[in-house]
């Protein structure tokens, strides 16, 4: 979230898209309620089904799953026809501005650059015009053809209510009520939020999807104000702590990037991470790369990382192509790995296209699996009847069961969706032999060392020197591990305004990671999370629930990332002359000597508004991007492609495109998997899939209660669906991909209506994800024995909401 | 039960008034359907603080789960869709005792005690005296007593009569996230509910009402009903009330008829022996039947 929680409840304007949150974010919904009772704000809900959060809407369309840029993107050509853009913030504080290079364009559905055998895209044209100094030109009258804006008017110029009707299904009238109210917030004194979360990035072109929220926040001025922003849902309790701590296999903590193999040493690495700064007297705030990079590794490494050594470098694992959980199961797949980790996480259930992962698993010599309970992967060797047909005896992966503590067994945070570091208490001992997962890899890791020890090996260095100085070393603390990763001084480190003065002694935990040093001075494992436990102890654990202002941001409650800040770019709250747009909603403004008001400023705190910073602090020209650059890898603006299984067969937004921009032309498709694609003569409706509020995944089936509140699998479908295919409501049904079939009870809805689509009717199946043949609901087939086994293409999120199925009466 | 004998108020099969009952506030439960979103949570919270475990079923094509209330289901949210104006409502209800202010239920029960009316407006069911004969399931408005199959009592939800008596929320408040329950004095909720139509009638819910049905003389779990003029939409009765059998039953004519008649009883027998003399018994020896 670049808000919180609690600010919701500051918005005129909610728009739920990609997201539901009332049924699977029951408890953050109330800042919804809350902005209704207490704001008047109208929500708005569009979605395939007509959901839970949609019982409380103002607003509801339902829309074809899959087609979100088509509908975004119209709303972006609404808009900026109806001038219905906050015109000082986007000239001032977005790209708008700024000539694009003139080798850039756009035809039938590809931006210039694509290569249709790599399926990838040659970026350099998707970039500035610059000077001699390298410096971005721009147009602050917005009138150069060249401008962003123009482009982008151009660009979206195709997305006319009457295309958005024909391909997501939502009427065109339906629609410009939808853009009308969204544009409302354009007005300084009304500001709009987004609530997304899977919705909208399970998809091929998921990553575009968020890209297009943003784009429309920057437009209506609603980025950095309360009531604002681009939030994101997260899914679990901490699965914002897991991407900032880098536990995935591109990343290190705090957003730093893995490096490749084409970074062997320190200094590549850093002149190819930091960026350059582009447009005069901008921040660029990331130009301190080498310092949040340098002091990881330190933490890392402690004594053993010296300048001399490149502070061990050489140490780090090179990436030599992407480890996505595609790619892993994909390599699975070909037999190319042999042992599996899997902690926390039931692959089976939650990775696309069971017939795949099945022989995967098989193929492996052993896999340790590290939960709490008993999943469908740990068992997935055992034959369960139809749920799950396998020849245990033609499976010899050798599966170790390692029982692990869940969150209220044990000390540590949470880090939720506001950013906010939660530290929270054991309240029960664990059961039988489960440990803390800590204990357990550090179990794992001194049995590794004592074997390198003994017997060397290829690389034994990073291992047999890591440091491990923790009290017991089988057992590190959760404060431990906190405070590394908080981080602290090596050195004192010198104020640079006042020599005589120290910004922290030696061996203190560090306030701030603006006293993070590139020299090997200063430690910390995760630049982000510096500032959560410093020398005045846990700020985590803080409950101060004071909230002065009225507009929920308790500063004194836990710790939010970065710096305790609660709203990111919050300088945008005010005008280039450091003023409140809104009075009502004063929140960082210039005071004549600094920038303050109830929040930590983003910002440089004493630059005052004459010097022209922007308050996109973290791009390297200080705005906001309508145009990503080379950031994305189908194009500088979001383009709407079909879903990889879809019931069109040519794009409409590309027709001349034919085969080759019906989907996202980026996106990667593995050998064998493009043939298990469904079509629409075979699989002729679109199916999504998702969670109910009764259940959390696949935890809750294991507990008597929420499997008494939900207790067998079913498929929502719409009332002509059922009366095509001869389906009652509680009938037994047959669902049916090009990839494998379920059977579940058919749940006939009205909240589930045909579209037309190109002129054909178009029915929407829903699919609840939480059944499976362990715990105590009824058995039931894992739902993602139909999804396609392919991903977005920037980050490999697979499509789970936008597939082809059959639907037949069992 | 955790509420003392004092502030009983009422009880069953019963002509004397318990000794002088307190003057307490007068409770009710605010459920506000508009801010509802259907989580189960207040079900959840219910079967956890009782103690209650239904059967896990199975899935009839709703979402309504477990498909009824039952001696281990006192409350439920019953979801309805329909389609009201041209536009689609998914309403969702919270269903459970409403706890009427005269309650039918109680009326109905022939068990001394089984069943009670507080002074603060809940009632209350008391297993220990319920005899199982299941009339409260047939006095009830809202169809709402359950008779178990395993004890033969009956059950349902006692507002949590345990928690308010040491001064908590209903567990079912203190669980919902979105505040869509309410608890306290029935003035303030009324107050509260009254600020909620007008949000309503300005978002275009013209018809919006307060449900506190007169017919069973208001209710002590009282709704705010978006679509006010429908309450059957949302699964509710629209004008429940105690039946005319049971309201004569129960009343003073009833009581003066079956002390009417008992008298008379007495008088015929009298007058029958004045005229008759006693009865006659025939010696002994003509009763024995012979082996």
Redesign the interface.
């Known amino acids: 979230m670049t808000n919180h929680w609690a600010d919701i409840k500051n918005a005129d304007v909610v728009l739920v898209m990609g997201g539901n949150p009332a049924e699977a974010h029951p408890c953050g919904f109330k800042w919804v309620i809350e902005a209704k009772i207490k704001n008047k704000a109208r929500l708005i809900v569009v979605d395939p089904r007509f959901t839970r959060t949609a019982a409380v809407a103002d607003k509801f369309a339902q829309l074809r799953p899959g087609t979100d840029i088509a509908f975004l993107g119209g709303v972006i050509r609404y808009l900026l026809e109806n001038d219905l853009i906050q015109k000082e913030y986007v000239r001032s504080y977005t790209n708008a501005a700024f000539l694009l290079d003139g080798k850039f364009g756009f035809d039938d559905g590809l931006f210039t650059g694509y290569d249709e055998a790599k399926r990838s895209y040659d970026k350099a044209s998707w970039a500035y015009q610059v000077d001699k100094d390298g410096q971005a030109k721009v147009d602050p009258t917005l009138q150069d053809p060249s401008c962003v804006y123009q482009a982008m008017k151009r660009h979206y110029a195709r997305y006319t209510p009457e295309l958005v009707e024909r391909v997501t299904g939502v009427p065109a009238a339906e629609f410009i009520e939808i853009a009308k109210l969204i544009g409302s917030t354009s007005a300084t004194n009304k500001v709009m939020t987004s609530l997304y979360a899977l919705g909208w990035t399970q998809h091929t072109v998921g990553s575009q999807n968020i890209r297009c929220i943003a784009m429309i926040q920057l437009l209506l001025g609603n980025m950095g104000l309360p009531g604002g922003g681009v939030n994101a849902l997260r899914g679990h309790s901490n699965i914002q702590g897991l991407t900032d701590l880098g536990v995935m296999s591109h990343l290190l903590p705090g957003y730093l990037g893995l490096p490749t193999e084409k970074e062997p040493d320190l200094k590549t690495y850093l002149e190819k991470r930091t960026p350059k700064a582009v447009r005069p007297g901008q921040m660029n705030y990331l130009q301190n790369t080498p310092k949040f990079f340098v002091s990881l590794l330190k933490a890392f490494y402690g004594a053993e990382a010296t300048k001399e050594n490149d502070f061990h470098f050489d140490w780090l694992p090179k990436n030599d192509k992407t480890y996505d959980i595609l790619a892993t199961f994909e390599l699975m797949y070909q037999g190319k790995i042999n042992g599996y980790f899997c902690q926390g996480f039931n692959p089976l259930a939650s990775v696309p296209d069971k017939g795949k992962l099945i022989p995967a698993l098989s193929k492996l010599k052993f896999m340790v699996v590290i939960d709490p309970l008993v999943t469908e992967t740990s068992t997935f060797w055992k034959n369960h009847g139809e749920f799950n047909e396998v020849d245990s005896k033609a499976i010899q992966t050798e599966v170790f069961r390692l029982p692990a503590t869940c969150f209220a067994e044990e000390d540590g945070s949470l880090t939720n969706s506001s950013r906010q570091l939660q530290w929270h208490w054991k309240a029960a001992e664990p059961p039988g032999e489960a440990r803390p997962d800590i204990d357990v890899m550090a179990g794992i890791f001194l049995a590794l060392r004592e074997l390198y020890k003994k017997e060397g090996g290829t690389f034994p260095d990073p291992i047999v020197k890591l440091p491990w100085g923790y009290a017991k070393p089988g057992a590190p603390s959760p404060e431990e591990v906190a405070r590394e990763v908080n981080g602290k001084a090596l050195a004192d480190i010198p104020d640079p305004k006042d020599k005589t003065k120290t910004l922290a002694k030696e061996g203190e935990q560090l306030a701030t990671f603006a006293h993070l040093q590139a020299d090997g001075s200063t430690s910390a494992g995760c630049w982000i999370y510096t500032g959560s436990w410093t020398q005045n102890g846990n700020q985590m654990a803080r409950r101060e629930a004071a909230d002065p202002t009225g507009l929920g941001n308790t500063p004194g409650w836990a710790w939010s990332w970065p710096a305790n800040r609660r709203i990111l770019y919050n300088r945008a709250s005010a005008d280039p002359a450091g003023k409140a747009w809104d009075a009502k909603r004063k929140y960082i403004t210039w005071n004549g000597k600094k920038w303050v008001g109830p929040d930590v400023p983003d910002f440089k705190v004493d630059s005052p508004p004459e010097e022209g910073m922007s308050p996109f602090i973290m791009t390297n020209e200080g705005v906001g991007r309508l145009f990503a650059l080379g950031g994305m890898a189908e194009g500088p603006f979001p383009e709407h492609y079909e879903p990889f299984e879809t019931p069109l067969s040519s794009n409409p937004f590309s027709p001349k495109g034919g085969g080759k921009t019906l989907s996202n032309p980026a996106a990667r498709v593995y050998k064998g998997d493009r043939e298990k694609f469904g079509l629409a003569a075979e699989f002729p409706f679109v199916a999504t899939t998702y969670r109910l509020t009764e259940h959390f995944h696949f935890w809750t089936k294991h507990t008597r209660i929420a499997a008494v509140l939900q207790p067998e699998a079913f498929a929502e479908i719409g009332e002509e669906l059922a009366s095509l295919r001869g389906i009652k409501n509680g009938d037994r049904v047959v669902i049916k991909s090009k990839r494998g079939a379920i059977k579940v009870k058919a749940l006939v809805t009205k909240r589930i209506h045909a579209l037309k689509i190109e002129g054909k009717d178009v029915h929407t199946v829903g699919l609840p994800i939480h059944w499976g043949y362990e715990g105590l609901t009824k058995p039931g087939h894992l739902t993602n024995t139909l999804t396609p086994f392919v991903g977005d293409a920037n980050i490999q999120t697979p499509e789970f909401k936008a597939f082809l199925v059959d639907v037949q009466k069992a | 039960m955790a509420l003392m004998s004092l502030d009983v108020l009422q009880q069953s099969a019963s002509t004397s008034t318990p000794p002088q009952a307190r003057t307490t506030l007068e409770v009710a439960k605010l459920i506000d359907i508009?801010?509802?979103?259907?989580?189960?949570?207040c079900?959840?919270a219910c079967?956890?603080w009782n103690d209650l475990?239904?059967?896990?079923?199975?899935?009839?094509?709703?979402?309504t789960?477990?498909p009824d209330l039952s001696d281990q289901s006192w409350t439920l949210m019953r979801f309805n869709?329909q389609?009201i104006y041209g536009r689609?409502?998914?309403?969702?209800l919270k269903d459970g005792c409403y706890h009427c202010e005269d309650p039918g239920c109680l009326k109905a029960c022939p068990a001394p005690g089984a069943i009670l009316q507080y002074a603060n407006g809940i009632v209350d069911f008391q297993q220990e005296h319920c005899i199982g004969c299941g009339y409260c399931t047939a006095g009830c408005p809202f169809n709402v007593p359950r008779l178990s199959g395993k004890d033969s009592k009956v059950y349902k939800c006692t507002l949590c009569s345990d928690r308010i008596a040491v001064g908590l929320e209903p567990a079912c408040v203190k669980a919902c996230?979105?505040?869509?329950i309410g608890f306290g004095s029935k003035e303030d909720m009324l107050f509260q509910a009254e600020h909620?139509l007008v949000?309503l009638v300005?978002?275009g819910f013209a018809k919006a009402a307060i449900y506190d049905p007169k017919g069973v003389g208001g209710t002590h779990v009282v709704l705010v009903l978006p679509h006010g003029d429908r309450p059957e939409a949302y699964g509710l009765p629209a004008n429940p009330r105690v039946g005319p059998v049971l309201q004569a039953w129960r009343s003073g004519l009833a009581r003066a008829a079956g002390v009417a008649t008992m008298f008379a009883v007495l008088a015929a027998g009298i007058l029958h022996y004045m005229r008759h003399g006693p009865l006659e018994v025939p010696p002994e020896g003509d009763q024995e039947v012979k082996p």
């Open positions: 508009s801010r509802c979103i259907g989580c189960k949570a079900q959840s079967m956890e475990r239904d059967e896990v079923g199975v899935t009839e094509g709703f979402y789960n477990p869709e389609v689609l409502q998914w309403l969702i996230p979105t505040g869509a909620r949000d300005e978002r």
